[in-house]
Structure formats: C-alpha cells, structure tokens
C-alpha cells in the first residue's frame, strides 16, 4: 500500500456522521431553451459546478457535505439534470447527450461566469469528458469522478438498451445495480425489491424520462483522439472497488497529463460510495490549490 492509499483509507474513518443534517439551500430555475432546470447557488470566489450520477440528484452532493465545504471558499453551483430531481423531463431521448453538456454552459451564460472548475460523478463525469471537447475555453480545471466519458462503442453498448427498458419498466434496472456493485456486495433481493419500492414512492422520478436519458448516451461519444487532446488540466478520481476503474486507468493512459487519484475501500455507490467519501473533496481542494499553484490556468 502506497503512503497516499494509506491516507485515503484513514479520511474515510471521518465521514460524516449518522443523523448529521446536510445544509439547506434555495432552489432556483432557469430556461435551458424550454426544458426547466433547477439549482443551488452558494457562496462566493472562483466558480464550480458540481454534476450528479445518473437516477440521482444534487442533492447527492449535498447529503454527504460536500457542497458545505466547498462553498467555504468557492461558488458552487450544482443542479439536477434534465430527466432527473426537479428539474423537468423530457421523455425524447434526442433532448439528452449533448444538451445535458450544454445546460452547464447556459447556466454559465445565465449566471455571467466566464469559466468555472467543473467536476461531474459517473453521468456527471461523461458531461464533464463532453464540454472539455465541446467548450474547453469555459473550465478552469476538470474533475471526472469514476467515469472516463463514453467512447463511440461504450455510447452504443447494447447493455445501455436494457438497462434503459428495465428501469421504463420496473423503476430501477437490476442488471445496472448488480453491473455496478462491488465483488461481494452484490444487493439481495429483498433489497433490489425494497429500491423498485422506493423508486415507485418518489414522486420526483419519472422512470420513463431516465430511461430515456440513457438512451440519450448515444449522443455523449467522445474518442480518444479528443480525450488526448484536452488541454484543461485535469484529475480523475475512482475508487478501488469501483467498476470504472479500469476505464479510467485507460483513460490515464489517453491523456498522461491527467493526475489520476486511487482510493482504497471506496466504490461507485452505496455505503462506500465515493461521493460520501471526504477523501473526495480533499482531493478537489489539492487539486485546484496545485493548479493554481502551478500558473497553469
């Protein structure tokens, strides 16, 4: 174990604790050319924009702190994807892929932020390897959390297909949640049974709208010649029992330059999930201190 696993691992001992309250903040909207989206605006300094996985939220970046901490010395801005929370949904497939990338520069342009730190998690990670092709002269830094972005044949695995009709059909795709959880951690039935329940009871979600946000990935492709090519400094981040590991092991080797963080014990979701770990927003911090630090932006 090297000596920073060997930290990582400790920092995950301080995750918040049970029953702390999460930060409350006001719900704004904005028009991202006739699809609703909604957002949190807070505190002041040098702009990020935080973007949530797919089938979640902001609320996601919220929960486990990290919105708090970075609003310490940042303006954070994070909001739901269309398809997701309370922002509207589509159920077009064609109103997804690309315009989900474009939304973070309307919300830019709305707000009058030149550039912003951008860090997106899973979904979000795929957007945020979309706009540092599509709109690189908008980022300061790029932070892809356990997702490398969609190459033309991940875009187009049939697996995306399936997983898109079984949550239109049952809430939540099983194959996706056994596909994404760790070796050993697998969700018995009861538990696959008890999310569909909680999935159906959520009145936020609109299972046909996600569905067809994942059948919009088609229209989030990028290859690796535009992965090497990005010039915004970039880390990624990824947890050792994530299933994106490789992917993002790969995509270090697209593009050297990137600084690729491995975190010990942490996976894509659950009780281990990155997101919930304070290794993840420490790692942040170090990241956008070094690059300006560095001069590089």
């Known amino acids: 174990m090297t000596p920073f696993i060997r930290i990582s691992a400790l920092l995950l001992c301080t995750a918040m604790a049970p029953g702390l309250a999460a930060a409350s903040y006001e719900d704004k909207y904005l028009d991202a050319n006739g699809v609703k989206i909604r957002y949190i605006d807070a505190g002041k300094g040098e702009a990020i924009v935080l973007l949530h996985g797919g089938t979640s939220r902001l609320e996601s970046w919220i929960t486990p ?23 509207d949904s589509p159920r077009d497939p064609a109103l997804y892929g690309r315009q989900q990338a474009l939304d973070v520069v309307r919300i830019l342009d709305a707000l ?15 957007t945020v390897a979309q706009l540092l092709t599509l709109h690189p002269e908008r980022f300061l830094t790029g932070v892809q959390v356990a997702g490398a972005g969609r190459s033309p044949k991940e875009a187009n695995n049939p697996r995306i297909e399936t997983e898109a009709a079984e949550i239109a059909r049952d809430c939540i795709s099983r194959s ?33 709208a996600t569905a067809a946000s994942l059948r919009g990935y088609k229209d989030q492709a990028v290859t690796a010649e535009q992965m090497a090519a990005v010039k915004v400094p970039t880390m990624g981040i990824v947890g050792m029992l994530d299933h994106t590991l490789k992917d993002m092991q790969e995509l270090k080797t697209i593009r050297p330059g990137m600084k690729l963080v491995l ?11 990155i997101q919930s770990s304070p290794a993840l927003v420490t790692e942040i911090r170090t990241f956008i201190a070094e690059q300006k630090a560095s001069g590089a932006r």
């Not at 702190?65 to 398809?83: M, P, Q, T, Y």
């Not at 009058?112 to 795929?126: E, Q, R, T, V, Y």
């Not at 010990?264 to 659950?270: A, I, K, N, P, R």
């Open 65 to 87: 702190g990290v919105v708090e901490n970075l609003s310490k010395d940042f303006r954070v801005i994070a909001f739901d994807a269309r398809g997701h929370g309370k922002s």
């Open 112 to 126: 009058k932020i030149d550039k912003a730190h951008i860090i997106g998690f899973s979904l979000g990670s795929s």
């Open 176 to 208: 996706r949640l056994m596909r994404q959880a760790p070796a050993g951690m697998k969700p018995t039935e009861e538990e696959i049974q008890q999310r569909m329940a909680a999935c159906r009871a959520d009145k936020t979600f609109d299972q046909l």
């Open 263 to 273: 975190l010990e014990g942490v996976s894509h979701t659950g009780k281990t999930g």
